[in-house]
């Protein structure tokens, strides 16, 4: 596994996240706008991960109307700019797109399973000829497609379709996110870093991961024991934990999940092993 973090595309954001030792950048392209500056400055960006050896770990895109309210059908003006967006995925050498699909209202459960099925398919096979994963976020910004229950109903019509997870989604909900990675956790393709604080039972604060009350040690237990080799991204997304508060926050959690990563190369030869007992 790899630590990194949701940043930008200008060098800046590259030298910061270099900075604190990261592995990756993950970019979130929720303004359409953006995708025309990113391919704008496409050979900059590719010049910059070269620089400072920072790969685009994931590209995702949250909150849009995948499926179209008025005829329950795919809205092609958003899957061209979801194919954009997994064109950039190729051009800068990134693994995984993630995307969600919205709740049609006016149509039965069934319905809007069979649409999530038939724009998730279309995605997947564009992403596929180029060696690109689609993920599906859990978080329930205008997605459906967040949970088990559904989960069980589209997943499996969706051959390689994978979860981009974030333990908070699943508490928020009053879900069990040890069980969910357990269930599921063999479908994740990139993972969430973002800490959640509850007080009786409602949330408190995003806070940074290490400094709230998710069950981390036991989260990351199971990811190794599925064999996740994935990204682990840090997302800051506290109201209090801003400036330079916020900014030490970051590092605290940096140091707080890389205790939780066994190295890459970490050997026999580079540790003491304490005798088993009986």
Same mark, same amino acid.
């Not at 030792?21 to 990113?38: A, P, Y």
């Given at each position: 596994m790899k630590l990194g973090i949701i940043n930008g595309w200008a060098e800046s954001c590259f030298q910061y996240v270099s900075s604190r030792? @990261?592995? /990756?950048?993950?970019?979130?392209? =929720?303004?359409?706008? &953006?995708?025309?500056?990113?391919n704008n400055d496409i050979e900059n960006i590719k010049g910059y991960i070269a620089k400072y050896n920072m790969p685009i770990a994931s590209i995702g895109s949250w909150g849009h109307n995948r499926i179209d309210p008025e005829t329950g059908d795919i809205n092609k003006v958003e899957f061209d700019y979801d194919a954009q967006l997994v064109d950039i995925c190729e051009k800068v050498g990134c693994p995984v797109f993630v995307t969600g699909v919205n709740y049609v209202k006016d149509m039965t459960l069934l319905d809007n399973c069979n649409?999530?099925?038939?724009? @998730?398919?279309?995605?997947?096979?564009?992403? *596929? +000829?180029?060696?690109?994963?689609? +993920?599906?976020?859990?978080? &329930?910004?205008? =997605?459906?497609?967040?949970e088990p229950k559904i989960w069980d109903l589209v997943l499996p019509n969706v051959p390689g379709l994978g979860i981009k997870y974030d333990t908070s989604h699943c508490r928020n909900r009053r879900g069990d996110y040890i069980d969910e990675a357990v269930r599921y956790g063999d479908k994740f393709y990139h993972v969430h870093i973002k800490g959640h604080l509850r007080v009786k039972g409602e949330g408190y604060d995003d806070a940074p991961a290490g400094l709230d009350d998710t069950n981390w040690p036991a989260f990351m237990d199971v990811l190794y024991t599925k064999n996740y080799d994935g990204g682990l991204s840090i997302e800051p997304h506290s109201n209090y934990w801003k400036g330079l508060k916020g900014q030490w926050g970051v590092d605290y %959690?940096? =140091? /707080?999940?890389? =205790? @939780?990563?066994? #190295?890459? &190369?970490? %050997?026999?030869? *580079? %540790? %003491?092993?304490? #005798? *088993?007992?009986?």
């Open positions: 030792k @990261l592995e /990756f950048i993950e970019w979130c392209v =929720n303004n359409r706008k &953006d995708i025309e500056n990113i649409a999530a099925v038939k724009y @998730l398919k279309a995605i997947v096979e564009y992403a *596929s +000829a180029k060696g690109i994963k689609v +993920a599906v976020y859990n978080c &329930d910004w205008n =997605n459906y497609v967040c %959690t940096i =140091n /707080f999940m890389r =205790n @939780l990563i066994m #190295p890459a &190369d970490y %050997t026999e030869e *580079s %540790t %003491t092993y304490m #005798p *088993s007992g009986n």
